[in-house]
């Protein structure tokens, strides 16, 4: 475990908000890093471990990190509600733990500039929110972790829970567009407009069932159920067992290292690895979870299983003893400017690198879990 603790500390230390380590898709494009999902993911992992292990060097750090974009009027340095992106949002789930912890306003102006933002997402006919304004009339798996945790916390905590339907509707309708009936799985995007090039013309479903896709999604249902008052009733009950069953679903698919494949329901195939963002979502899924009380005991040792087989097969040191997390897809999307098809060989053609945010965010969401399990 002080390995991880280890790993992380270089990671903090190599990293500043223009230039943090773990942003691979900004490093490699020579980008300074502005307010993006992928250091949202990082910091609200950071302020996770703070929250289970009170030490003052990760909240110094995440809170820095996040003071430097926000002013005091609320307004967030290269945020821009306007592009109605629906992963902006997800960083923003940071500045409701700093308005606990600091009691500054500016936070608390910066969540309402965040939830502004959702009460303008267009909207498919059914009611989902776009994953884009570039993306018209398409539901991505991904979209629901970046947005309704968010979403749900708001509504409790700012809103009286006046928009709980709403939210509800939109898990709703992904498991009753993209869910497999076959597998329990889900696939990656939905297009309701039927047009997009990569979709089926009769169902508007993608071809595959990606692996960080699911976990982003297990990711979704857990974190909004954990953010919601359990009083509102039945569409809670109904998202507990939507969570459940999916987990059961991906465990018949965990491979014996504990891991999963990058296209999950075919680990034979040629070229098809084990990831590591996808695991490691997994592994805090399952963890917490069974935490909740959303999942059986037994469920546990899923976890843990996933959790110990990253560490084993994908956290290794350099020649000058620094670590680093292997096995993490950059980024898999479809259309767009790269005319992204959603095929097996296409999830096989995205770089493969280390250290990337997507994965260790996670991988520490999961080590805090694991932390929990000591305690």
Same mark, same amino acid.
């Given at each position: %475990?002080?390995? $991880?603790?280890?790993?992380?500390?270089? *990671?903090?230390?190599?990293?500043?908000?223009?230039?943090?380590?773990?942003? %691979?898709?900004? $490093?490699?494009?020579?980008?300074?890093?502005?307010?993006?999902?992928?250091?949202?993911?990082? +910091?609200?992992?950071?302020?996770?471990?703070?929250?289970?292990?009170?030490?003052?060097?990760?909240?110094?750090?995440?809170?820095?990190? +996040?003071?430097?974009?926000?002013?005091?009027?609320?307004? +967030?340095? @290269?945020?821009?509600?306007?592009?109605?992106?629906?992963? =902006?949002?997800?960083? @923003?789930?940071?500045?409701?733990?700093?308005?606990?912890?600091?009691?500054?306003?500016?936070?608390?102006?910066?969540?309402?500039?965040?939830?502004?933002?959702? /009460?303008?997402?267009?909207?498919?006919?059914?009611?989902?929110?776009?994953?884009?304004?570039?993306?018209?009339?398409?539901?991505?798996?991904?979209?629901?972790?970046?947005?309704?945790?968010?979403?749900?916390?708001?509504?409790?905590?700012? =809103?009286?829970? /006046?928009?709980?339907?709403? +939210?509800?509707?939109?898990?709703?309708?992904?498991?009753?567009?993209?869910?497999?009936? /076959?597998?329990?799985?889900?696939?990656?995007?939905?297009?309701?407009?039927?047009?997009?090039?990569?979709?089926?013309?009769?169902?508007? *479903?993608?071809?595959?069932?990606?692996?960080?896709?699911?976990?982003?999604?297990?990711?979704? *249902? *857990?974190?909004?159920?954990?953010?919601?008052?359990?009083?509102?009733?039945?569409?809670?009950?109904?998202?507990?067992?939507?969570?459940?069953?999916?987990?059961?679903?991906?465990?018949?698919?965990?491979?014996?290292?504990?891991?999963?494949?990058? #296209?999950?329901?075919?680990?034979?195939?040629?070229?098809?690895?084990?990831?590591?963002?996808?695991?490691?979502?997994?592994?805090?899924?399952?963890?917490?979870?069974v935490r909740l009380g959303f999942l059986p005991e037994l469920y546990r040792e899923y976890g843990r299983k996933a959790f110990h087989g990253i560490c084993d097969r994908y956290l290794t040191a350099d020649e000058q003893g620094s670590?680093?997390?292997?096995?993490?897809?950059? #980024?898999?999307?479809?259309?767009?400017?790269?005319?992204?098809?959603?095929?097996?060989?296409?999830? %096989?053609?995205?770089?493969?690198?280390?250290?990337?945010?997507?994965?260790?965010?996670?991988?520490?969401?999961?080590?805090?879990?694991?932390?929990?399990?000591? /305690?």
């Amino acid at each position: %475990m002080d390995r $991880i603790e280890k790993y992380i500390d270089e *990671l903090m230390e190599k990293s500043t908000p223009d230039c943090p380590a773990w942003n %691979m898709e900004k $490093i490699m494009q020579g980008l300074k890093s502005t307010w993006n999902y992928v250091d949202g993911c990082m +910091i609200k992992a950071v302020l996770e471990m703070y929250a289970i292990t009170s030490d003052e060097k990760y909240f110094q750090f995440a809170e820095a990190f +996040i003071d430097c974009r926000v002013n005091e009027d609320g307004s +967030i340095d @290269g945020y821009d509600v306007n592009e109605l992106n629906i992963d =902006n949002i997800n960083a @923003g789930k940071t500045l409701f733990e700093l308005y606990d912890l600091t009691g500054r306003e500016k936070y608390r102006r910066a969540v309402d500039l965040v939830y502004s933002q959702i /009460k303008q997402m267009p909207r498919t006919a059914e009611g989902s929110f776009w994953h884009k304004n570039i993306y018209p009339n398409q539901i991505w798996l991904d979209g629901l972790y970046m947005c309704q945790p968010f979403y749900m916390e708001y509504e409790t905590r700012f =809103n009286n829970k /006046k928009n709980y339907d709403d +939210i509800f509707r939109q898990f709703d309708t992904v498991v009753k567009n993209m869910r497999d009936p /076959k597998t329990g799985l889900y696939y990656h995007a939905y297009d309701a407009s039927r047009e997009m090039f990569w979709c089926d013309k009769v169902t508007g *479903l993608s071809r595959n069932f990606w692996l960080r896709a699911l976990g982003w999604f297990s990711m979704a *249902l *857990l974190d909004t159920l954990d953010k919601a008052d359990a009083a509102c009733g039945e569409p809670y009950e109904n998202m507990k067992r939507t969570f459940a069953e999916l987990m059961e679903a991906m465990l018949r698919y965990q491979d014996e290292s504990g891991m999963w494949y990058q #296209v999950v329901n075919v680990g034979g195939m040629e070229k098809n690895y084990l990831e590591t963002s996808g695991s490691s979502i997994m592994a805090y899924a399952l963890l917490k979870g069974v935490r909740l009380g959303f999942l059986p005991e037994l469920y546990r040792e899923y976890g843990r299983k996933a959790f110990h087989g990253i560490c084993d097969r994908y956290l290794t040191a350099d020649e000058q003893g620094s670590l680093h997390l292997g096995g993490i897809c950059l #980024v898999a999307g479809l259309g767009g400017s790269q005319k992204r098809p959603g095929t097996f060989d296409y999830y %096989m053609s995205e770089p493969v690198v280390s250290d990337d945010a997507k994965g260790v965010g996670p991988f520490l969401l999961a080590y805090t879990e694991m932390l929990r399990l000591e /305690k």
